[in-house]
C-alpha cells in the first residue's frame, strides 16, 4: 500500500478521534499522542534502555517524554541538527551539565542546554529512538516521508557509532499501529522495539541498512549536508 495513504489515514484518525495533541494539526509531522508519556514510561523498563548510556534521539513532541527519561535518568542525549544541514551536525545533551532536564529535553531550548558537536566528537551510540507516523508489528517504520530519520541512521552507520545490534525504538499509539503490508527497503531502518501505552512489540527479521544509499542522493541534497560532502 503506497505509504502515503497509510500517513493520510493514521493523521486523519488521530485528529477524528481525539488521539492527537498538541502540536496540531497531526499532518505532515510526526504526531504527537495521548498517551506518549505512558509510552516513555514502558519504554524505560526495557532492557534495551536500562542498558544505553548514550542515546541518539529523535526531536519531535512524542518523544520529548522519553528525552526527558534519558537525561533525568544521566543518560547523554544526541539530536540531530534539522536537516543535517550543519557541519557540526548533531547537539549533545550532557546531563552532567544540564541544571534542568525537564526544560533542556525540549527542542525550543536545545540550543540552551546543548553543545552542537561535529561527526568526530560523538561517542558510541547504544540506543536510536525514532518518531513515526505509522508502523507495523513486522518493524517496518513510516515516517513524514523526508528520509532524514533513516539518513541520520546512515550516516552514524558510516561513522561506525551504530552497528546491526545497536537497538532501533520508536514510541507510538496503538492507532498508529498498521497491519498494511509495508516493504521494509533496502535503505529503511527496521524497529527492533515498538513500544505502546499498551504493549511492547519485538519484531524479528529486517536487515538494517550498512551506510550510506548513495543512489538515492541527489546532488541538491549532497551540496545540502556538509556531512555527505565529507564522506563522499
Known amino acids: 500500500m503506497d505509504k502515503q495513504r497509510i500517513?493520510?489515514?493514521?493523521?486523519?484518525?488521530?485528529?477524528?478521534?481525539?488521539?492527537?495533541?498538541?502540536?496540531?494539526?497531526?499532518?505532515?509531522?510526526?504526531?504527537?499522542?495521548?498517551g506518549a508519556?505512558?509510552?516513555?514510561?514502558?519504554?524505560?523498563?526495557?532492557p534495551e534502555w536500562q542498558e544505553a548510556t548514550t542515546i541518539k534521539?529523535?526531536?519531535d513532541s512524542p518523544q520529548?517524554?522519553?528525552?526527558?527519561?534519558?537525561?533525568?535518568a544521566?543518560?547523554?542525549?544526541?539530536?540531530?541538527?534539522?536537516?543535517?544541514?550543519?557541519?557540526?551536525?548533531?547537539?549533545?545533551?550532557?546531563?552532567?551539565?544540564?541544571d534542568n532536564t525537564d526544560r533542556a529535553a525540549a527542542i525550543s531550548h536545545m540550543d540552551e542546554y546543548g553543545e552542537q558537536t561535529g561527526p568526530d566528537e560523538i561517542d558510541s551510540v547504544d540506543l536510536i529512538v525514532s518518531g513515526s507516523v505509522a508502523v507495523?508489528?513486522?518493524?517496518?517504520?513510516?515516517?513524514k516521508g523526508e528520509g532524514y530519520s533513516d539518513l541520520e541512521y546512515a550516516v552514524l552507520r558510516e561513522l561506525e557509532l551504530v552497528d546491526d545490534e545497536t537497538p532501533v525504538v520508536t514510541t507510538v499509539h496503538e492507532r498508529q499501529v498498521v497491519d498494511d503490508a509495508v516493504e521494509i527497503e533496502a535503505h529503511d531502518v527496521p524497529m527492533d522495539c515498538i513500544v505502546t501505552p499498551e504493549r511492547v512489540i519485538r519484531p524479528t527479521g529486517g536487515q538494517k541498512p550498512a551506510g550510506i544509499d548513495w543512489a538515492l542522493l541527489d546532488e541538491e541534497r549532497i551540496a545540502?549536508?556538509?556531512?555527505l560532502k565529507r564522506f563522499r
Open 7 to 34: 500517513r493520510e489515514r493514521v493523521w486523519d484518525a488521530l485528529e477524528a478521534e481525539s488521539i492527537a495533541r498538541f502540536p496540531f494539526p497531526p499532518h505532515g509531522r510526526i504526531p504527537n499522542f495521548d
Open 74 to 98: 544521566g543518560k547523554t542525549v544526541y539530536i540531530a541538527v534539522p536537516r543535517l544541514r550543519d557541519e557540526r551536525c548533531f547537539v549533545r545533551l550532557d546531563p552532567a551539565t544540564i
Open 37 to 46: 508519556r505512558d509510552a516513555a514510561e514502558r519504554l524505560a523498563v526495557t
Open 224 to 227: 545540502e549536508i556538509p556531512v
Open 64 to 72: 520529548l517524554p522519553v528525552r526527558r527519561q534519558a537525561l533525568a
Open 57 to 59: 534521539a529523535n526531536p
Open 136 to 143: 507495523t508489528e513486522e518493524g517496518a517504520r513510516i515516517g
